[in-house]
């Protein structure tokens, strides 16, 4: 089934802590459609997965008609939408300006930005602060994404977790352009 | 702005006619255009395989080289009888990008759509980006009419937030009555325009989004313009089609901002 919803399976239904390969049809049919009801309470930005919403009558006059396309989500849209959801989570983002400017400039990475923002609060969010920023090497002339680890003082046992969160996405950053890791620079919280 | 000069003619039938007075669109210094794009979907009843991404890709590549794979996760719904019939769907989107990677196109079953992003190509030339897939997606596949057509823009801009209010630069925006609580971290507020006896529709989103400067308020202002009614344009009214979007995007714009918004944006004259 999870092929079928397309979701991978390290992606975990929150509320439950269930993977989603674990789930059957009709309960992720159940998850997508509460997924597109928040989403789309709170940004009707997802059209095009509006039709669905269609049956909703609360938010009826929001979405075309039954059995009309709709339109293809511009990336513009898709990347300020996911800076406002990890934000909302709990993920500081002290510059907006770069994040956008390289998910424009890599945007295929910018769904796996936001799983792996996901899952470095649900691993570290209760006890470390986490913060997205753009890393530029002058030394490589390169730059990605990094999701910073920070707190106050250092567990021996934090950068064994970082790779634990890390390897579960190795596969979806190699099918990618961009590249982003959650990581830590040893400083304090910001 | 108006002037006088040439203009073509508003029934659409590419006359030319003389005019002293022509609406003449705007331009900005600071375009708060963001991205621009144009969607074509055929009817589930045309033609479609899985070698038209291919296909198309060898139109295309002189002027968008660079391949890549986006996945796409689509949740359709359509009368079956008394009933909806739900549908969950996984595909890969072929993306075909240009050199400098501001420009895209996008292919997907039944699905063809020109992204441009900031800086804002200019619509002669955006239109003619547009004409040339089009007309490649015509030579791949036999297009007899479009299910939607969708032109959309996303402008993005920030105004000052402290001793400012909505209405100062915008003609449109949402109102609080007083007794509303004040903290409001946010709004998305949609209207939609009916053109052309309903066929076309023109959804405006007025969304507040993070900003980038502190003390600012971050706004998105998206158009999208799309066929209402499928199938009621035939292949060949298409780029005609797409004049008349355009051309009543622009106009939707200049009403939903005021001249303060203008100076911000720095109008060339």
Known sequence: ?190 | MNSIGWRISPSNDRKLLYSKEVDMARKYEKSPIVEVACEFRTPSTAAWDPTVPGLLYEKFRDDFPTKEQKPVHEILVTPSGKELKQEIRSEERALFFSEDKKSFIQVGPRLVVVNALKPYPEWPSFSATIDKVYNALAQVIEVQSLSRIGLRYVNRFEIPKENSDLKDYLALYPSFGKSLPESLPGFHLVCSWAYEDGRDVCRTNLVEVVPDTVGHRGLILDFDYFLAKPETVQNKEAMKWLEKAHERIEDLFEGCITDRLRSIFKEVK
Not at chain 1, 64 to 71: N, Q
Not at chain 1, 166 to 183: A, H, P, R, Y
């Open chain 1, 1 to 190: 089934m999870t092929e079928a919803a397309g979701a991978p399976a390290h992606i975990v239904d929150r509320r439950e802590s269930k993977p989603l390969g674990a789930l059957d049809s009709t309960e992720v049919s159940s998850w997508l459609k509460e997924i597109l009801c928040r989403q789309l309470t709170a940004d009707p930005f997802y059209f095009s997965w509006a039709d669905i919403v269609s049956e909703l009558s609360t938010i009826a006059e929001f979405v075309p008609p039954l059995g009309m396309s709709c339109s293809a989500q511009p990336v513009s849209l898709e990347v300020e939408a996911v800076i406002r959801r990890i934000r909302e989570a709990g993920v500081l983002t002290p510059s907006p300006i770069e994040i956008r400017k390289y998910l424009s400039e890599n945007i295929n990475t910018t769904k796996l930005v936001e799983t792996l923002c996901f899952a470095a609060i649900e691993r570290f969010g209760a006890r470390a602060q986490v913060s997205l920023e753009l890393f530029q090497s002058r030394e490589y002339d390169d730059e990605y994404l990094t999701i910073n680890i920070r707190q106050e003082r250092y567990e021996p046992e934090l950068m064994r977790e970082i790779e634990e969160v890390n390897s579960v996405f190795d596969d979806e950053l190699s099918s990618v352009s961009g590249w982003v890791q959650i990581t830590t620079d040893f400083h304090p919280p910001r």
